[in-house]
């Protein structure tokens, strides 16, 4: 009988490529799983699960919970290098393999399930939609919208709307094709 494996983790850097960037991924359901941690020292998931059960705090010591998840956000800020503000809205199904330097303002929307690569920028007005992977390096000058299913190129400069399954990249972005994901 032959052995099932189990399906490979999904990695940061296989996802932006073409042949695997199909509809599979939800980019209005989010995929809670793409934020748990699998090894025990893994700061940009602590990062986010911070940012989530501050956001998630209720009840009765709702302050207290909070400060704490504060103290944690800021603990891990440093450690990533990352500044992601602990009210920022960013659907769930984040994923930030290499969190260095990632700078989200906080005015700005992050849709369900996207990728951001190290170094990427966000800033304010810019809406993303979901499952947006954003290459190494790249920066998002808003106010504008980025559709669904999109991936932005390493190093690109994004100064105008993009549209739904497009890829773009370069300085300023542009439409590399608009093939449309199934
Ligand atoms: C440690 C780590 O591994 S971190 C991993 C970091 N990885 C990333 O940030 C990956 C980001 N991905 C990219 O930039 C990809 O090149 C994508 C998603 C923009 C495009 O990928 P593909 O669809 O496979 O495009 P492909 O490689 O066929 O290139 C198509 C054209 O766009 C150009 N192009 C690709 N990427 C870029 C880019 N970032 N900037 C400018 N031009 C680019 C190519 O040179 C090529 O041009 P040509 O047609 O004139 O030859």
């Avoid at 996802?15 to 893994?42: C, H, M, N, Q, Y």
């Avoid at 800021?74 to 930030?96: C, E, H, K, Q, Y």
């Avoid at 991936?151 to 590399?176: E, F, H, K, Q």
Wanted: one cysteine or more; proline letters at 7%; aromatic letters at 6%.
């Amino acid at each position: 009988m032959p052995v099932q494996r189990k399906p490979a983790r999904l990695r940061g850097q296989d996802i932006v490529k073409k042949e695997d960037f199909t509809g599979a991924v939800s980019a209005t359901e989010p995929d809670w799983s793409r934020e748990r941690a699998e090894r025990l020292w893994s700061p940009s998931h602590r990062l986010l699960k911070s940012i989530r059960r501050y956001q998630a705090a209720s009840g009765p010591f709702k302050k207290i919970i909070q400060a704490y998840w504060v103290f944690q956000h800021r603990f891990w800020s440093i450690v990533t290098a990352a500044d992601i503000p602990i009210n920022s809205r960013i659907g769930g199904g984040l994923l930030l393999p290499h969190p260095t330097g990632v700078v989200v303002h906080p005015e700005s929307i992050i849709g369900p399930n996207c990728l951001l690569f190290q170094q990427v920028t966000v800033s304010g007005g810019v809406e993303i939609g979901g499952h947006v992977d954003i290459g190494a390096g790249a920066k998002l000058i808003g106010p504008l919208k980025i559709g669904d299913h999109v991936r932005i190129g390493a190093n690109a400069v994004v100064t105008s709307d993009v549209a739904s399954g497009t890829t773009v990249a370069g300085v300023p972005a542009r439409v590399l094709n608009t093939g449309a994901i199934d």
